[in-house]
């Protein structure tokens, strides 16, 4: 374990591989060395991309990082696709359109699965990212799949929240959904040299005046050809502004607002653990699925049955 | 929380195959087996390759190549991935291999060479009993 810490410490390519499979197989062991990063993170922008299928999220990311090795800046790259519900599978294909990047040796990309955590964005996803700040990225992005709804936790990692969406992806229906039109500090349409590229960008602009919060920083719509390579400075130049704007910042607000965030998370994750672990083990929980299952009590009740003696003092949500 | 663990597994294509059909049913396949695929796409270097399986930490390499070119970049592979410590890492090749080149590739390290008429199943059990993860 040590041994591990240090190595992702010098930034150790295998160290960081291994402690990553660490937090996707065993969270447990792996919060022991996450414990001793996490005094090594804050360095790294966060970034998160995120959008539909199809709207060139990689090769647009691929662009990005370009930009940024001429810059000289250490990447990390987390991409992040979903597990199949059926199987557990999973086929981690964002890769492709980076593999000339994968002999950079300051620049580190990892495929996740979701692994079917809710949310949509694997909870191991978090972790990860701190791995890659500690190793000494300056920059860490990571990628997701998005339609909208699911992938709003991305903002609980993020510093900045990069949508890409494209023309004729039904973009006019997704800009209404509330998620993603939330959670965008950057709405980026890419593959702009197609038809109707305009037309998207009106369409994001008019949904974003229609934002009643009065916020500070006004999320900028811009046009990318990744495939071209055009957009890719005039996006990073938004992403550094963006970076700029959240220092000026008080930071109490918003640092108080993520530590805050990933405690609850932590509690929650845990006490659910813990629980969970504790009723399989006596077979309680077993049990009371077959209840459910014979129609004799319903999931809610079974919760709340399980439930009453292990939190008293505190009382149940109904 | 215990999560299963997975295989996990990097399907290559090396060298200048121009075209990955085969490849992309057996990751369809991989994948319906329950393991996460990494797939690289066509026209990778050896050392790409093998970054990749270093970054992704994975615990097979699935190499396919027609083009007849697997008696260079195999070992090459093989010897690069030696050189990085990658030493727990099962090697798989397949593709158009002749019979009479088997055993020189099993002797570099490749644990078995699976033909073009391969059924899936057949890939994946020895995986599993090889790896020994579900």
Redesign the interface.
């Known amino acids: 374990m040590k041994q591990l810490v240090n190595g992702v410490l010098k930034g150790n390519?295998?160290s960081?591989?291994?402690t990553?499979?660490l937090i996707?197989?065993?969270?447990t062991e792996a919060q022991k060395a996450i414990s001793k990063l996490y005094l090594h993170t804050g360095k790294a922008h966060i970034i998160g991309i995120t959008g539909p299928t199809g709207s060139g999220k990689s090769t647009l990311i691929k662009r990005l990082v370009e930009e940024l090795r001429r810059k000289r800046k250490r990447v990390g790259i987390i991409a992040v696709d979903p597990?199949?519900p059926f199987?557990?599978?999973?086929?981690?294909?964002d890769?492709?359109?980076m593999?000339?990047l994968?002999?950079d040796k300051e620049v580190?990309?990892?495929?996740m699965?979701t692994?079917n955590s809710p949310g949509g964005l694997a909870r191991a996803t978090k972790d990860a990212v701190k791995v890659l700040d500690a190793s000494g990225k300056d920059v860490v992005i990571v990628e997701t799949v998005g339609a909208g709804q699911s992938e709003v936790d991305i903002i609980k990692i993020a510093h900045t929240v990069v949508v890409v969406l494209a023309p004729g992806l039904g973009d006019d229906i997704q800009a209404i959904k509330a998620g993603m039109m939330e959670i965008g500090d950057i709405f980026v349409v890419n593959k702009a040299d197609r038809e109707n590229a305009d037309e998207a960008v009106i369409d994001i602009e008019t949904m974003l005046n229609m934002s009643s919060e009065k916020e500070k920083w006004k999320p900028p719509v811009i046009k990318t050809t990744a495939t071209k390579d055009e957009g890719t400075t005039e996006l990073l130049n938004h992403i550094n502004q963006h970076m700029k704007y959240l220092k000026k910042e008080p930071i109490d607000t918003q640092r108080r607002q993520k530590a805050e965030t990933e405690l609850v998370e932590a509690i929650k994750?845990k006490t659910t653990?813990s629980i969970i672990d504790e009723l399989r083990r006596k077979g309680e929980l077993e049990k009371l699925v077959e209840k459910i299952l014979a129609k004799e009590t319903d999931p809610y009740s079974a919760a709340d049955t399980l439930l009453e003696e292990r939190l008293k003092g505190f009382k149940t949500h109904r | 929380m215990s999560t299963k663990r997975k295989i996990r597994i990097v399907v290559a294509k090396p060298g200048l195959d121009s075209h990955d059909r085969g490849a992309k049913v057996i990751a369809r396949a991989f994948r319906d087996a329950g393991m996460e695929v990494i797939y690289t796409g066509l026209w990778q270097t050896p050392e790409q390759i093998v970054e990749t399986a270093l970054q992704e930490d994975v615990d097979v390499v699935a190499l396919s190549i027609l083009s007849g070119a697997h008696m260079t970049l195999f070992p090459k592979i093989t010897k690069l991935m030696k050189q990085k410590g990658l030493n727990d890492i099962l090697i798989l090749g397949g593709g158009v291999i002749p019979d009479e080149d088997i055993p020189a590739l099993k002797k570099i390290g490749i644990a078995e060479i699976f033909g073009p008429d391969t059924p899936t199943n057949t890939i994946i059990k020895f995986i599993k009993k090889h790896t020994q993860k579900t």
């Not at chain 1, 199987?87 to 294909?93: E, P, R, V």
């Not at chain 1, 580190?108 to 495929?111: D, E, G, K, L, P």
């Open positions: 390519r295998r960081i591989a291994k990553i499979t996707e197989n065993n969270p597990s199949s199987t557990g599978g999973a086929f981690l294909g890769r492709i359109r593999q000339k994968s002999t580190f990309i990892r495929s699965a692994r994750q653990d």
